[in-house]
Each structure stands twice: as structure tokens, then as C-alpha cells.
């Protein structure tokens, strides 16, 4: 059955008293590039400047956005866990992504270039985006849509979606976007959560070279939610859909007539932005709830700080669906709100070929990207020959995000993708801190392969052991955030107490992370995976990152998952499963050369005791390893909760392997 991070803690099975073993060490070191850091954005001076004054830091990075009334008081934690920041102040997050730049003269630089999969493509300027949300926003008041009111957004990777969300903001209405690849019955869950009143989707998207259908999910799920009184459908693919008269709209007859002028309002900067449902990695899904003003503060300051954006000359590309977290926050509110130039892809990677990526940067002339480790661990599984065929020169920032980055991924990331010079930035973040959180700056941090190492500026975040103190350089436990920050979660929508006792009651006035942690000599923090997720063999706590690392550290290795399972013996026993690169075959002596590679590199406690080599694993929809599955196959259990799995399939083929491993 599917655990609550706080249910795990509090029966105590996963968690010892054992900190977690420090095991791997990485010792190569990347100044960032001379040039780089000569005209970064953001320099060593921001961690002395908001250390010295945190609120302070905070107040004068708000002034970033542009306010109808200037907020004077930056946090109320009179009442904690439940935050307000800059309560007293009123703006419109729509204008500050878009309105602003064009009032600045900028109306003719370009937001977003889409490609489409099929090959069309469309440049649409900053002057072109406000008059799509003008009509789009004028088109939700006539449905009746109103502030406060939620509207649930299943669409593609269009601008179509943007354009939804913002005009969602623009006129007060909470977005709940869910992701397009779920079924209907994880829509209908998510529209009655949020008590959804319309519901934008598209016809279909382009998906492997074929259209993909999205409203038929839309009409099953509101055959089990009552409260949705219309439908808007924006055409993408022209396939034939199934109509229900009055109900449904087709985005570009009511959009058409509209108005391209609409005021916008200034709402207050508690106002709620969005509701957004975890992946589910873990468990069953939370509605995070965002609002406005502190989110646009974080999601601005960290896309200049993390990323160096320059509006005018940078062309930004994050490759995450918009119906994610990080399609949130780093295609639609923090680059937007930054004027930036970005690039909006709509499929697959390897359509119509395993080098679309790589084409694209090359006529866009992508200059930051920002993708997660499951695609670069893809990349690499599909041969270094590919990105080598394209001019990937323009690139100077390299993000990751996800997933904690085996070192061996961030190296071939860096030297394959970044011509062994572009810095890479392992940003670490969740759906529930809104922005990224700790992450190495471009221009002022060594970085380290594999760890995501300083909180940024205006950031408190450290590791703490079982009774919540803080642990030493050189220790290991749980990752904590100990002082409020902008963008964080205000609550779990409609339901406080799972809020507080999800993440704010394992350590007293702490934010508990639901990650394991390390800190290195230096101080640097390294991600080890989730607390569920912590292996505990003969005593020691041995984090699931570490062990896949030094099997991906292994040339045969492409990608691998480890799980403990229970075991007699040891309490539990370390399970790898294994996906091969191309050429490498399953031969018999490989499990052992893959077991003794593992205790060469971290020592003969983290040895798996068994190496099961699979073609697939099973991971989520926004590419994460669901590393509960595999430990319910090694249990021998019956599978929990799969609705958030890419494809069930995978899961028989790895059950069927295992007969052999028993
Ligand atoms: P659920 O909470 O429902 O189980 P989820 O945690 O996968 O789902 P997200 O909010 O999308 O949902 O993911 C946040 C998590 O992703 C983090 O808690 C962490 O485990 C992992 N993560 C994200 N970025 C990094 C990173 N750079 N390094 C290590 N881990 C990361
Ligand atoms: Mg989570």
C-alpha cells in the first residue's frame, strides 16, 4: 500500500538511529568559466547580503516584480506553519509576465519559439502573448470564471497552455494543470479535489509521430465529477472529437471574439496562483497550494540568479512538461516574469530521431538548458555519436532537476553536451518549495558532480540526524529547510492537517524534506535519495543514489534502481536492477563484476546481494525511478498504487524476471 512520508517516519521501519553512511567520494572539482563569473548576475556578495538581513534580501528581491501597492511587510510567521509574504502588498502576476515587458518596449522580443513535433513551428512576441491572455482571460469571465474560482488545465506542450495558465492568473482563478499523459480517472480525482468549474484541454497532441487524444479523457472523467460547467478545447491535431452541446467550446471560437484588451486587477499577494498535485512517487498525490506574490519573488530571483539569464540575449530552453512543477515555475512564471526568450518543445526526444534535442539547440541556438537526469541517462544510453552530430556551441548554462544526478551523468553532461566547459547546475527543489532551493551558482561555485552543494542567497536549509540536530560536515540524515522562504507551499489544499503533519512535524519548527542528505567535508550538501527510499542493512542506513552511482559509474551500466528488501539476515538486503548499455551483454560472470564493482567503489556493506539486469524500470510520468514498486517485486508483494506510472507493462516484465533471482 501506498505511505505517507510521516506514516513511514512514525512506524519507524525505514529509519534507524544510524545516520546515513557516508560512502561515496567524488573528488573532482569545476571552477566556473572566467567569463562566466565576470558578468554574472549574481555574485559571492548575495549569501553575505541576505545572511546579514534574510527579510531584507527577500524585500529587496520582491522589487523585482512590479507591484500596484509596494508591500511593506515581508513575512508573517505569527501563525507557523502557515507563512504570508508580502501580505499587504497587491499585484498581477499575469502583467509582470507579460504586460510589463511590452509597456518596457520589448513587445517585439519573442517568449516562447514552439516546435511542434511534427516539424511546424511559431515565434510568439511579448506584444503577441498579452493579446492572447487579454482574450483568453476576457473569454474565462464570460463562462463565468471568477477570482477564487479553479480552473483545471489538460493540455499538451502548447503555448496554448501558458496562455491558459496566464490568463487564469490574470484574473484571479487558481490553475490546477494536470499532467496530459494521465487517465481519465486521475483527472477526474484531481478536478473534484480542486472543485475544478472549467476545464481547458486541447483535442489531442503530437506524440511519436502520431496525434494523441486528449479529450476523450476529459469526457470519461466528467462522467464521475459533478461541477464542471464547460469545457474548452483548443484544436491542435484536428482528430474527431466527441461534443456535448453547451458544455464545450472550442478555444479559438470563443477566443476570437474577445477583446484584445483586459485590464488587469491587482489582487493581493496571498492570492492563490495554483493548485498542483505532486508526482507521486511516494504515495498518493497532494494538492500543493501556491500563491502569488512570494512564489513570482522566488521563481524570478532564482531563474536570474541560478540560471544567468540575460533577456536579451539568452535563449532559454527547459525541456519538463508544463504539467510538472518545473514546467511551472521554469517555462511559465520565473522566465516569463524575467522577459526571457524560451523555447517550448512539444514531443518526444527521439521523434522523428535520437537527435531532435541536440536539433533543436542547434536552430534555436539554445544558450541554457535545463533538463533532468532520467533524459541525459537516456542520452547516454543512446551514444555519444548523436549530440556530437549537431553544433551545440551556443550552450553556457547547464541545469539538472528531478533526481539526484549520478556524478557519472553530470560528467558526460558536461563534457558531451557543455564541450567539457559549461558549468552544470544540479538544482534541488520540490513541487512544495515552488523554486529551487539549493543549487550551485554559475558563476561564483565550484561545482561538484553530483551535488546540488549551497542553499541559494535567502535560503536555510541543512541536515539534520534523527533528533533533529544538526549534523557535522562529513554527516549524513535529513535534509531540513529551517527558515520560511517566498515561494513555499501554504498548505495542502483542503486539508491543513496534512499539511502540518506531512512536513512540518517530524522536527519541531523545521521543514522536513522527506530526503536523505548528506554533507560533505567542505560543508556542500549532496542529495541521497528519498527517506522511503533509505536502505538499512545490518545496522547501517545506505542511501539507494550512492549504490546506483557506482553502478552507473560502471561502463556497462546505463541506468539502475536500487531497493532493499526484506532479508533475514541483514534486515534488509540491497536489490539492483539494472539496465544495460547497448553493446553490454547479460553474460554469467557480469552480476558479480557488477557486485564487486559496487563494493570496490563504496565498500563491501553497499554489495546488492542481487543484480537483476531489466529493460526497462519503472519510473513516473515526469521520468522519476519509483523505486516502491520495485521493492514491492522484490518483497514479493502485490503493487501499490501504480495510476501515476509511465506504462504499467513495464512492471510484468520486471515480475517475470524475478522467479530466477528468488
Ligand atoms: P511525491 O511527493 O508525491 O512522492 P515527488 O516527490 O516525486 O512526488 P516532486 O515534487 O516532483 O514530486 O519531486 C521532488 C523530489 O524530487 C524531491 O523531494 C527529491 O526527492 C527529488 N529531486 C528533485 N530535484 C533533485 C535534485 N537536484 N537532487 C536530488 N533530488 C532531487
Ligand atoms: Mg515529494
Redesign the pocket.
Known amino acids: 500500500m501506498a505511505r505517507d512520508t510521516a506514516d513511514t517516519l512514525r512506524k519507524g521501519d525505514v529509519v534507524s538511529n544510524e545516520s546515513l553512511a557516508n560512502l561515496l567520494k567524488e573528488e573532482r572539482r569545476f571552477a566556473p568559466p572566467a567569463e562566466l563569473a565576470a558578468a554574472a548576475n549574481v555574485t559571492a556578495e548575495a549569501y553575505e547580503q541576505a545572511k546579514a538581513d534574510r527579510l531584507g534580501f527577500w524585500a529587496e528581491q520582491a522589487r523585482r516584480l512590479t507591484w500596484n501597492t509596494e508591500p511593506n511587510e515581508t513575512l508573517d510567521w505569527s501563525n507557523p506553519p502557515f507563512a504570508k509574504w508580502f501580505q499587504d502588498g497587491t499585484l498581477n502576476v499575469a502583467y509582470n509576465c507579460v504586460d510589463r515587458h511590452v509597456e518596457a518596449g520589448n513587445g517585439d522580443r519573442v517568449a516562447i519559439h514552439f516546435e511542434g513535433e511534427p516539424g511546424d513551428s511559431r515565434a510568439i512576441t511579448y506584444a503577441e502573448l498579452k493579446d492572447e491572455v487579454s482574450r483568453a482571460a476576457n473569454a474565462l469571465l464570460e463562462l463565468g470564471v471568477r477570482q477564487g474560482d479553479r480552473v483545471a488545465v489538460y493540455m499538451p506542450m502548447i503555448p496554448e497552455t501558458a496562455v491558459a495558465m496566464l490568463a487564469c492568473a490574470r484574473i484571479g482563478a487558481a490553475h490546477s494543470v494536470v499532467f496530459g499523459g494521465f487517465s481519465a480517472d486521475a483527472l477526474a480525482t484531481r478536478i473534484k479535489d480542486a472543485d475544478a468549474k472549467v476545464v481547458i484541454t486541447a483535442d489531442g497532441g503530437w506524440r511519436r509521430g502520431k496525434p494523441s487524444a486528449l479529450k476523450p479523457a476529459v469526457d470519461e472523467a466528467l462522467t464521475k465529477v459533478d461541477g464542471v460547467e464547460h469545457v474548452l478545447v483548443v484544436r491542435r491535431t484536428a482528430q474527431d472529437v466527441d461534443w456535448t452541446d453547451g458544455r464545450d467550446i472550442w478555444w479559438h471560437e470563443i477566443t476570437e471574439r474577445q477583446p484584445a484588451e483586459h485590464t488587469p486587477e491587482a489582487f493581493e499577494a496571498e492570492q492563490p496562483l495554483f493548485i498542483l498535485y505532486?508526482?507521486?512517487?511516494?504515495?498518493k498525490?497532494?494538492g500543493i497550494l501556491h500563491t502569488s506574490g512570494g512564489y513570482l519573488t522566488q521563481v524570478a530571483y532564482t531563474h536570474h540568479a541560478v540560471f544567468d539569464l540575460k533577456p536579451e540575449t539568452d535563449v532559454y530552453w527547459c525541456t519538463a512538461d508544463v504539467g510538472?512543477?518545473t514546467g511551472h515555475s521554469y517555462i511559465v512564471y520565473g522566465p516569463l516574469a524575467n522577459g526571457a526568450t524560451q523555447v517550448m518543445y512539444e514531443g518526444t526526444p527521439d521523434t522523428p530521431h535520437q537527435g531532435r534535442f541536440w536539433e533543436i539547440v542547434q536552430k534555436y541556438g539554445v544558450t541554457i538548458l535545463y533538463t533532468a537526469p532520467t533524459v541525459i541517462r537516456m542520452f547516454m544510453k543512446w551514444g555519444d555519436d548523436i549530440p556530437a552530430k549537431f553544433d551545440l556551441s551556443s550552450l553556457r548554462v547547464l541545469g539538472?532537476?528531478?533526481?539526484?544526478?549520478n556524478p557519472e551523468a553530470w560528467i558526460w553532461y558536461r563534457d558531451r553536451i557543455g564541450a567539457g566547459a559549461k558549468p552544470v547546475v544540479?538544482?534541488?527543489?520540490?513541487?512544495?518549495t515552488g523554486a529551487i532551493m539549493i543549487s550551485p551558482l554559475p558563476g561564483v561555485t565550484e561545482t561538484k558532480p553530483g551535488s546540488?552543494q549551497v542553499p541559494l542567497p535567502g535560503i536555510a536549509a541543512t541536515v539534520v540526524d534523527d533528533e533533529g540536530n544538526e549534523v557535522p560536515s562529513g554527516g549524513g540524515g535529513y535534509l531540513v529547510l529551517t527558515e520560511p522562504w517566498p515561494s513555499m507551499l501554504r498548505t495542502i489544499w483542503g486539508d491543513d492537517e496534512r499539511f502540518v503533519d506531512t512536513y512540518w512535524s517530524r522536527f519541531q519548527g523545521k521543514y522536513f524534506?522527506?530526503?536523505g542528505a548528506k554533507k560533505d567535508d567542505d560543508g556542500d550538501i549532496w542529495?541521497l535519495?528519498?527517506v522511503d527510499d533509505v536502505m538499512l542493512v545490518s545496522g547501517h542506513n545506505i542511501s539507494t543514489t550512492e549504490v546506483e552511482s557506482a553502478l552507473v559509474s560502471h561502463p556497462k551500466v546505463a541506468e539502475a534502481a536500487v531497493v532493499g528488501a526484506a532479508d533475514e539476515t541483514t534486515g534488509q538486503a540491497i536489490v539492483a536492477f539494472v539496465i544495460l548499455r547497448g553493446s553490454a551483454s547479460e553474460d554469467e560472470g557480469l552480476v558479480d563484476e557488477l557486485r564487486n564493482h559496487v563494493g570496490a567503489t563504496l565498500g563491501p556493506i553497499a554489495k546488492p546481494k542481487r543484480v537483476l539486469p531489466v529493460a526497462e524500470l519503472p519510473k513516473?510520468r515526469?521520468g522519476?525511478i519509483m523505486r516502491r514498486l520495485l521493492r514491492d517485486v522484490a518483497e514479493n508483494r502485490d503493487l501499490g498504487d501504480v495510476t501515476t506510472l509511465t506504462d504499467a507493462g513495464v512492471m510484468d516484465l520486471i515480475q517475470a524476471k524475478l522467479p530466477s533471482a528468488r
Open positions: 505532486t508526482s507521486g512517487t511516494t504515495g498525490p497532494k510538472w512543477v539538472s532537476v528531478g533526481e539526484p544526478i544540479d538544482t534541488w527543489w520540490q513541487t512544495e546540488a524534506a522527506g530526503d542529495l535519495g528519498r513516473t515526469s522519476k
